[in-house]
């Protein structure tokens, strides 16, 4: 995590707390906000926002969507609200792509794929672990 934050209703978030984020030294590329630290009524309220959300936020890749729409899914589920399980499409190997990766570009540059699939899903976990501990849940 760098020393950047962005405010969100007054309070300063690191990239932790949120369920996207592009660049972690470019605060604009940072989406959906689901932990608002030292506010869980704040934080219900951007879960709840970043489920309506979600499908019209731009800035997201696809093959990063699965992972934040699980992100946002876990936290969810922890402060007790009903959220949908999604299924994602265009699943190629067990592995959900972006649009734009054909399957000339995969067979050209497995590698690289499988390191950003690989990145995405650690964030995922890092951001997980992170909400659990500040929830005093682990």
Known sequence: M??????IDGVDLHSGCFAYVGDVEDTSTWKLPILI??????TLTH???????FDQTKGIPDA???????SI???ALM??????????PRLLAG??????VTAIELAAKPHRVDRELAQLIADADRKADEMLKRL???
């Not at 402060?79 to 994602?88: W, Y």
């Open 73 to 75: 899914w876990g936290a």
């Open 95 to 100: 592995l959900q792509l972006a649009e734009e």
């Open 47 to 53: 879960v709840k926002s970043a489920l309506a959300r």
């Open 64 to 70: 990063a969507r699965p992972v934040v729409w699980g």
């Open 37 to 42: 630290l030292g506010n869980a009524q704040k």
């Open 2 to 7: 760098s020393g950047k934050t962005k405010k």
């Open 79 to 88: 402060l007790g609200l009903k959220a949908d399980r999604r299924e994602f």
């Open 136 to 138: 005093g849940l682990e």
